[in-house]
């Protein structure tokens, strides 16, 4: 499994952007890259994923470096809801089965 | 569309004890995982199974296993219940295997071992 790395923690202002950052430099070619998000006492939701190029969906948009040794989790505007342990995690594409390999996430606050 | 669905939400067991823990997938999704959350430990995956096979299975011993039905419902089973069994279980669902699929996560199952 590919290894990220991914701040600890962070702060944002409420109605701000967010950029969370995450290193996976040991990412294979075909693996995915997904993001997910764990709110309070709730499961993870999925956030968004892709492979090389930059996606967008209504939640947030991923950009991902031309090397793919890094991804970048924009959200365009933060609010409280948004506050969250954030997790990068690089999927294998195989035909082979598929696990998520959850790591410690990015904690987000968010300030009012 | 109704999500991911588990049963039951809480449990309390005592050590020795085995417990069983009920997932029922989003309509026309065919993969389930299990995934097991503690404080020290963080999230980890316990298993998939896919078309009622378990295709890949986590480092734990052998007092969890699980299963999959024709409808695509899974169970998950722990015998001997210990201490260190007290978690959040997690299961969720997702159309087919390939990490070209996000999963969809169930509000998981708290289960306590006295």
């Known amino acids: 499994d590919a290894k990220t790395t991914q701040p600890n923690s962070m702060e944002s202002n409420e109605e701000e952007p967010v950029h969370l950052p995450c290193n996976h430099s040991t990412i294979s070619g075909t693996d995915y890259i997904h993001w997910y998000r764990q709110l309070p006492s709730q499961g993870p939701e999925y956030v968004i994923h892709g492979l090389t190029s930059n996606v967008n969906n209504r939640m947030a948009s991923l950009a991902i470096a031309e090397d793919r040794k890094s991804s970048t989790l924009i959200l365009h505007r933060a609010t409280l809801r948004d506050a969250a342990v954030y997790y990068c995690i690089p999927a294998y594409s195989g035909a082979g089965s598929y696990q998520l390999t959850f790591g410690k996430g990015t904690k987000l606050s968010v300030i009012p | 569309k109704a999500g991911v669905t588990q049963t039951p939400r809480y449990l309390i067991k005592t050590r020795g004890q085995q417990v069983t823990l009920s997932c029922s997938p989003i309509s026309g999704h065919r993969s389930v995982s299990w995934y097991q959350q503690t404080p020290g430990q963080g999230l980890q995956f316990l298993f998939e199974?896919?078309?009622?096979?378990?295709?890949n299975k986590g480092n734990f011993p052998g007092r969890f296993s699980g299963r999959q039905f024709s409808n695509s419902r899974s169970e998950m089973n722990v015998s001997t219940l210990e201490l260190g069994d007290s978690a959040l279980y997690l299961c969720a669902s997702t159309l087919a295997p390939g990490a070209v699929n996000e999963q969809f996560f169930g509000p998981g199952t708290r289960l306590t071992v006295l």
């Open positions: 199974y896919f078309s009622e096979t378990q295709r």
